[in-house]
T-cell receptor
Framework: QKEVEQNSGPLSVPEGAIASLNCTYSDRVSQSFFWYRQYSGKSPELIMSIYSNGDKEDGRFTAQLNKASQYVSLLIRDSQPSDSATYLCAVNRDGNNRLAFGKGNQVVVIP | GAVVSQHPSWVICKSGTSVKIECRSLDFQATTMFWYRQFPKQSLMLMATSNEGSKATYEQGVEKDKFLINHASLTLSTLTVTSAHPEDSSFYIC????????????FGPGTRLTVL
């Protein structure tokens, strides 16, 4: 089993709709979870971090964490064409803050 | 805040030459810097973790003699790809974390290396 799995294929959503992305991880001792956005040809940009079970909202983004199920998700409300990018889920691997990344989910927002 | 720069943004070199990439934290002191490599359509793969003043810790399968990392100050880390070959062509990205928000990593813009 991979450390961090993002299994969904490209996600197409109409402008204004909600985009939902899922991520599972294998290491139960992981404590820190992140969502990064990466535009084509660019480096990742941190958009959300979450450390406790439950929901965390920041603007149009909501991260949800369930440590018992080893599951973290990201919701993008009122999707905009500028949200079209690849979203990477990252999980810390140990106390040194090393991160393991999922392969990413491409989101395409259709105007 | 939390700005990380990389230089150069792209480089083309001949096979067998060495290339140095610089990573700088511009507005914070980076206690730890990380180097990643990303091949097209793939995710980021951590190559090594670098703490200021100490030797880098390399991930399994990464040749430390080929990818030399120096972290001489709290704002600068360098990655040198020695004797580069075409298979080393990739997008190299550094990130940095600070003592005040150590769990979050902030990424530089990346360096695209092409080895002919």
């Amino acid at each position: 089993q991979k450390e961090v799995e993002q299994n969904s294929g490209p996600l197409s959503v109409p402008e204004g709709a909600i985009a939902s992305l899922n991520c599972t991880y294998s290491d139960r001792v992981s404590q820190s979870f992140f969502w990064y956005r990466q535009y084509s040809g660019k480096s990742p940009e941190l958009i959300m971090s979450i450390y406790s079970n439950g929901d965390k909202e920041d603007g149009r983004f909501t991260a949800q964490l369930n440590k018992a199920s080893q599951y973290v998700s990201l919701l993008i409300r009122d999707s905009q064409p500028s949200d079209s990018a690849t979203y990477l889920c990252a999980v810390n691997r140990d106390g040194n803050n090393r991160l393991a990344f999922g392969k990413g989910n491409q989101v395409v927002v259709i105007p | 805040g939390a700005v990380v720069s990389q230089h150069p943004s792209w480089v083309i070199c001949k096979s067998g030459t060495s290339v140095k990439i610089e990573c700088r934290s511009l507005d914070f002191q980076a206690t730890t810097m990380f180097w990643y490599r990303q091949f097209p359509k793939q995710s980021l793969m951590l190559m090594a973790t670098s703490n200021e003043g100490s030797k880098a810790t390399y991930e399994q399968g990464v040749e430390k003699d080929k990818f030399l990392i120096n972290h001489a100050s709290l704002t600068l880390s360098t990655l040198t790809v020695t004797s580069a070959h075409p298979e080393d062509s990739s997008f190299y990205i550094c990130s940095a974390s600070s003592g005040t928000s150590a769990r979050e990593q902030f990424f530089g813009p990346g360096t695209r290396l092409t080895v002919l």
